[in-house]
């Protein structure tokens, strides 16, 4: 829950760029959300790589359904777990290089990114890629960035919630530039190229409190 962080040291920060200041005025000690199972994060986060967070909900909760262990509770539909790696690789194919994929497959991604999953699952599982709360956060990211299908963004990502990282930049986040253009920060037109190139050269004066920044900027989009 971030709860140990310094918000009034990390607003005084932030506050000082007047582009953000306002928004920080509007929410003041906002936090960075940590993580619950690190294993669990590694498969939300490359299923939710350039896609809405409403189609990442719409395939993670078919994964759950289809592939998660039953689970008893009070809660009227809390009823499956979310599925271990071993799980995944048992209930999610490899897609065949030159058949067409299933329309009805368990998770209805592109081919590419099915075989990420799976192959982020299998590491997991064997102990290849080691991923906790106490983890070498350089020898995590570069344990990340060798697991094909997970790239900068990813890396930075699951360094923020699981390591509750303060200044993870996650480059080439499409949110991040709509919030940016909504705070006043980018002023169109520029590319999409261009314009993440500029909001990361711009974020440098955020450092060490990039993570928190994204809050507020993910917070923009979304109003």
Do not use: C
Request: no cysteine; net charge negative; glycine share 6%.
């Amino acid at each position: 829950m971030d709860l140990d962080a310094d918000s009034s040291a990390i607003d005084a920060a932030l506050q000082e760029d007047p582009a953000l200041a306002p928004s920080v005025l509007r929410t003041p000690g906002i936090r960075v959300p940590g993580a619950i199972d690190p294993h669990e994060l590694v498969i939300r986060a490359i299923v939710g790589q350039q896609i809405s967070v409403k189609a990442a909900r719409t395939h993670l909760s078919r994964l759950a359904t289809q592939a998660g262990g039953l689970y008893t509770s009070s809660f009227d539909g809390l009823d499956r777990l979310f599925p271990t790696s071993r799980e995944i690789i048992e209930t999610v194919p490899e897609p065949a290089a030159e058949a067409p994929l299933d329309p009805q497959r368990v998770l209805r991604l592109p081919r590419r990114s099915i075989s990420a999953l799976r192959g982020a699952a299998s590491a997991l599982e064997s102990g290849e890629l080691a991923i906790g709360f106490e983890s070498d956060p350089e020898l995590l990211r570069q344990n990340l960035l060798r697991t094909p299908g997970i790239g900068p963004w990813t890396a930075a990502y699951l360094s923020m919630r699981v390591l509750a990282d303060p200044d993870a930049w996650m480059r080439n986040d499409v949110a991040l530039v709509s919030g940016a253009a909504r705070l006043g920060i980018l002023e169109p037109p520029h590319s999409k190229s261009a314009s993440h190139r500029l909001l990361e050269d711009y974020a440098q004066r955020w450092s060490p409190w990039r993570s928190y920044a994204s809050m507020h900027l993910w917070q923009a989009a979304s109003g």
